[in-house]
């Protein structure tokens, strides 16, 4: 499956896995530099619920707690596996720098 250049962030809204703070910051860092970002509340319920979203977002970069878990999720529901990264145990810059910018990525002003 052809990646998009879409960057769905999961807030994990049912569990406390991801500092929501780091999710919006992500956000608007992405968003600054003109990245197309879409904040999902609860990725696992979406996939629990087998979602009609599911195969567009499996073409998208997908930022989540666990990646692994997101992997069975999504052959769960068959539908192609994204491209996950883990914003549990990856700091900032490795995230930044995942997705393309540079590690020392800065907030826009307007956002701090």
């Known amino acids: 499956m052809m990646q998009s250049d ?9 569990r406390t896995f991801i500092n929501k703070e780091k ?13 197309e970002v879409e904040i999902v ?8 619920n087998k979602s009609d979203r599911l195969k567009e977002i499996a073409t998208h ?16 529901a068959e539908q ?7 914003m549990r145990t990856n700091d900032m810059p490795t ?3 995942a997705l393309g ?4 990525s800065e ?3 307007e956002r701090i």
């Open 6 to 14: 879409r960057i769905t962030l999961c807030a994990c809204a049912s």
């Open 23 to 35: 999710v919006a910051q992500l956000a608007a860092l992405l968003e600054a530099a003109g990245k």
């Open 41 to 48: 509340p609860d990725l696992c319920e979406w996939i629990e």
């Open 61 to 76: 970069t997908v930022v989540a707690c666990h990646p692994r878990a997101i992997k069975a999720l999504f052959e769960w």
């Open 80 to 86: 192609p596996v994204p491209h996950t990264l883990d």
């Open 95 to 97: 995230l930044l720098t």
């Open 101 to 104: 910018l540079p590690a020392d």
């Open 107 to 109: 907030m826009p002003a």
